[in-house]
């Protein structure tokens, strides 16, 4: 039964997919990321394009529009359409083995249409928009206030839910009614810019000097004749002797450039002076030579002259 072809250590069935969490640490949660909806850098890091927008939060006084038609041209008034146009641009196809289990496609995360009530018709109305989800303010949804776990994303309310919330978060007035007594965390600074606070001149008087700590490289034994900072410290003469022996090094330096240069130059006119000898040598036995020739050749033309004098003498 047990022989061949089973998986060594094979993955279990029952894996732990979910983490059990407190009730009130879930609703802290969620009511961290309605709060962090309205602030405008967290909207900004995750992506979306909002400089059309007249504010956040962006409540909107009625959205229960029948078609999708209808709702893209609302949605355009408000400034939505940058974004909307966004996430319909940002369909692409998955990358790795994920496409072929029933997700080939992924999108870029949209507006979020939280509704009341009284807008009961915007769920089928925003059903085909990419990247646009829509959520009842009674069952709001932890994975689409932050998707990924970024917190910021970019909600539109109707005026209904809007007004819902503080029946159902309750103030620091009063308890959750929906949340059953559920109370909201207090802010625990007034101010949150750390380093503002940091750098202030009150608490920077407080503080105490920076410790240096003492590192047992620092502690170590240098050798003053590798170490010129140490052999400087030890001996003030040492850096006199060195510039004294850089600047007779640079003399010795420029002597024998200029013997070399003066050597090469009594070569050049030693080796001239024979080569103009040899070639006054040379252009001497070449004018030897020709004037050799032409008193030879006189020669022969004067005893031919005579010879023809003399036989015309015997005739």
């Given at each position: 039964m047990c022989r061949k072809g089973r998986m060594f250590a094979p993955l279990k069935t029952w894996r732990r997919w979910h983490r059990k969490i407190n009730l009130t640490q879930k609703r802290h949660a969620v009511?961290?990321?309605?709060?962090?909806?309205?602030?405008?850098?967290?909207?900004l890091a995750r992506g979306h394009r909002i400089s059309e927008a007249p504010e956040l939060p962006l409540v909107v006084n009625n959205l229960n529009v029948e078609t999708t038609k209808?709702?893209?041209?609302?949605?355009?008034?408000?400034?939505?359409?940058?974004?909307?146009?966004?996430?319909?641009?940002?369909?692409?196809?998955?990358?790795?083995?994920?496409?072929?289990?029933?997700?080939?496609?992924?999108?870029r995360k949209g507006p979020l249409i939280i509704y009341g009530d009284e807008n009961t018709l915007i769920k089928r109305a925003a059903k085909n928009l990419p990247g646009v989800d829509t959520c009842n303010v009674h069952r709001l949804n932890l994975l689409q206030l932050?998707?990924?776990?970024?917190?910021?994303?970019?909600?539109?309310?109707?005026?209904?839910?809007?007004?819902?919330?503080?029946?159902?978060?309750?103030?620091?007035?009063?308890?959750?009614?929906?949340?059953?007594?559920?109370?909201?965390?207090?802010?625990?600074?007034?101010?949150?810019?750390?380093?503002?606070?940091?750098?202030?001149?009150?608490?920077?008087?407080?503080?105490?000097l920076v410790r240096k700590s003492t590192h047992a490289h620092d502690l170590q034994k240098k050798n003053p004749l590798k170490n010129r900072a140490l052999m400087k410290k030890l001996n003030p003469f040492h850096q006199v002797r060195r510039e004294a022996e850089r600047l007779a090094q640079e003399a010795r330096h420029k002597k024998r450039v200029a013997g070399a240069k003066a050597l090469r130059k009594d070569k050049a006119t030693k080796a001239g002076k024979k080569t103009r000898n040899?070639?006054?040598?040379?252009?001497?036995?070449?004018?030897?030579?020709?004037?050799?020739?032409?008193?030879?050749?006189?020669?022969?033309?004067?005893?031919?002259?005579?010879?023809?004098?003399?036989?015309?003498?015997?005739?």
């Open positions: 009511a961290s990321a309605l709060a962090s909806s309205a602030v405008t850098p967290l909207v209808t709702l893209i041209g609302v949605l355009r008034k408000l400034g939505v359409g940058e974004e909307l146009k966004r996430t319909r641009e940002s369909r692409k196809v998955r990358q790795g083995h994920g496409k072929v289990r029933n997700g080939r496609y992924v999108l932050a998707p990924g776990g970024h917190l910021g994303r970019f909600i539109i309310w109707t005026k209904d839910a809007f007004s819902q919330l503080n029946n159902i978060f309750g103030n620091y007035r009063a308890k959750g009614v929906e949340k059953g007594g559920y109370v909201l965390n207090r802010n625990v600074m007034t101010c949150a810019d750390l380093s503002r606070i940091i750098n202030s001149d009150q608490v920077q008087s407080k503080l105490r040899a070639n006054f040598k040379a252009l001497q036995g070449g004018l030897t030579d020709k004037y050799a020739a032409l008193d030879k050749e006189i020669a022969d033309e004067n005893a031919l002259d005579i010879m023809a004098e003399e036989s015309e003498d015997d005739e």
